[in-house]
């Protein structure tokens, strides 16, 4: 296994200070075990106690997993109204819908897995969409993968808001009555939710949903830090991420492993853009604004955030006496990983570089892997590239991201970075200043309930913030 001229020899924290299992076929899922090799290891180490506690997941999934006698058991309450005669649930699901990008995906999907560790559930995907060709199973001798035939499997696109097992509709309607339990609830968790549906993060409305025996999720959201601010969950939570900012490092790292495929299209890129470097900066460009494209303001924005934090030299003029020592071995190669949906931002970065010196005497490379112009979710190749970029960009050593984009929040995560964070333009002006760094490489709760039952608990945690680019988002800090 190579990277550039050089043989990577698996490094010793190949298992990620233990949080991988060891029972799986390396041949099957290169990532799983190899990505260890592209990185330094990460700083951050997982808990003993969290190690522990992923391995007792791992045989709860194993016992309650598809095609065992207790899912079969489980799956015979559906549909009841109340399933207190069924005596103790020996096993308990949180079904994981797709919604939205990717990353949003990808955010959520920790979520509800952190939620499914909290409260002894077990995590089950629906296949539906890319899934099983965006990510090998994460857990050993099982799968994750919600059954084709689950008897909801017809109903799963019909959960909604309107929908009359939807938790936040029935506390609307004054339908929950603590002394039945339904087989089922479906939960909302998106940016727009209601009030309602915020209920989900109070400590009375758990207590009850504790004992529901599936529940099944759509969000698009990484709500995670609102899991930290219900009170049960807390002294768990400490105990599993003594470092608080950490979560999803650590969770992203032991959830996703890309699939063979797409794990070649990274390799390939890091082999022949990334390995040869001295030192490797990332930057990631979304535009929000429609339409979207190039603007002259965000370039503008990209190069003031850039020189001024010394992620990037000052370009000098063509006549001045810059001397590039390129006949010396020891000048450093720089190489700048751009990904946006748009060429234009890298090839002027690219140009700019070729056609001036630059007063640090760098050689500085830049590459975009793909120039996709449009989102096109659900596409696979697109969102393969996509997973590719991702991870191509959490192997960098600096990381640029912009605002309120899902996108850098994974790559932040996986890659253990504090990026700084391009803020979002106003009027077509570039921001000043254009950049901030962020207080944590965890991703923002864009939309946590304030208000609610937690108001108060917000105000006091120490180990929560208002987000660096969304003043109503919080963050683990
Ligand atoms: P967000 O909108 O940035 O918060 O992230 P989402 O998860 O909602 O959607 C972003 C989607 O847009 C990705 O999944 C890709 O489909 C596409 N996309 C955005 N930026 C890039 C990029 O830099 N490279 C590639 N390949 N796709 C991108």
Redesign the pocket.
């Known amino acids: 296994f190579t990277a550039g001229n050089k043989t990577i020899q698996p490094s010793d924290d190949k298992l990620l200070g233990g949080l991988l299992a060891t029972e799986f076929d390396e041949k099957s899922c290169l990532s799983r075990y190899h990505q260890p090799s592209l990185r330094r290891p990460s700083p951050y180490k997982p808990s003993k106690y969290l190690v522990a506690k992923l391995r007792s997941y791992e045989i709860l999934h194993k016992h309650c997993g598809p095609g065992t006698k207790a899912y079969k058991r489980a799956t015979e309450q559906l549909g009841h109204n109340d399933v207190r005669s069924f005596g103790d649930h020996e096993c308990r699901y949180v079904v994981w819908m797709p919604m939205?990008?990717?990353?949003?995906r990808m955010l959520s999907l920790v979520s509800v897995f952190l939620y499914a560790l909290l409260t002894e559930r077990v995590v089950l995907v629906d296949q539906l969409n890319d899934i099983p060709d965006l990510f090998c199973e994460p857990f050993p001798e099982t799968s994750w993968l919600l059954p084709l035939d689950f008897p909801l499997t017809n109903q799963l696109d019909s959960f909604n808001r309107k929908h009359s097992r939807c938790y936040g509709t029935m506390l609307k309607n004054h339908a929950i009555n603590s002394t039945t339990i339904p087989s089922h609830l479906y939960l909302d968790i998106f940016h727009d939710s209601r009030d309602h549906d915020k209920m989900f993060f109070c400590e009375g409305d758990q207590a009850f949903l504790g004992k529901v025996p599936w529940l099944v999720v759509k969000s698009n959201l990484y709500f995670v830090p609102s899991l930290w601010l219900i009170p049960s969950f807390q002294d768990e939570l400490i105990k599993l991420f003594p470092q608080k900012d950490t979560v999803f490092h650590h969770l992203a790292r032991y959830l996703f492993h890309p699939t063979n495929q797409v794990w070649g299209m990274i390799t390939r890129s890091y082999n022949a853009y990334l390995s040869r470097a001295d030192e490797r900066l990332g930057i990631?460009i979304?535009v929000f604004s429609k339409p979207a494209g190039y603007f002259q303001h965000v370039m503008d924005q990209i190069l003031s955030c850039t020189q001024r934090e010394k992620l990037l030299p000052e370009l000098a003029t063509p006549e001045s006496q810059v001397t590039n020592n390129t006949s010396s071995t020891s000048t450093k190669l720089k190489a700048v990983l751009v990904?946006?949906?748009h060429p234009e931002y890298s090839d002027k970065l690219q140009n700019m570089f070729l056609e001036r010196p630059n007063w640090s005497g760098e050689i500085i490379e830049v590459y975009q892997p793909?120039g996709?112009k449009v989102?096109?979710?659900d596409k696979k190749v697109?969102?393969q590239?996509?997973l590719a970029?991702i991870y191509l960009l959490s192997l960098t050593d600096k990381l640029v991201t912009s605002t309120?984009?899902?996108?850098g929040y994974v790559a932040q995560g996986l890659g253990g970075l504090k990026p700084w964070i391009l803020y979002e333009p106003r009027n077509r002006i570039a921001p000043d200043p254009p950049c901030v760094r962020a207080m944590s490489m965890e991703p923002c709760f864009l939309r946590a309930p304030l208000h609610g039952c937690q108001a108060k608990t917000i105000k006091i945690s120490p180990f929560v913030r208002y987000c660096e680019d969304w003043t109503t988002g919080l963050k683990l800090v």
């Not at 939205?100 to 949003?104: D, M, V």
């Not at 309120?404 to 996108?407: E, L, N």
Request: proline fraction near 0%; charge should be negative.
């Open positions: 939205f990008g990717l990353e949003n990631q979304r990904t946006s949906l793909s996709e989102q096109q979710t697109h969102d590239k996509a970029e309120r984009s899902t996108f």
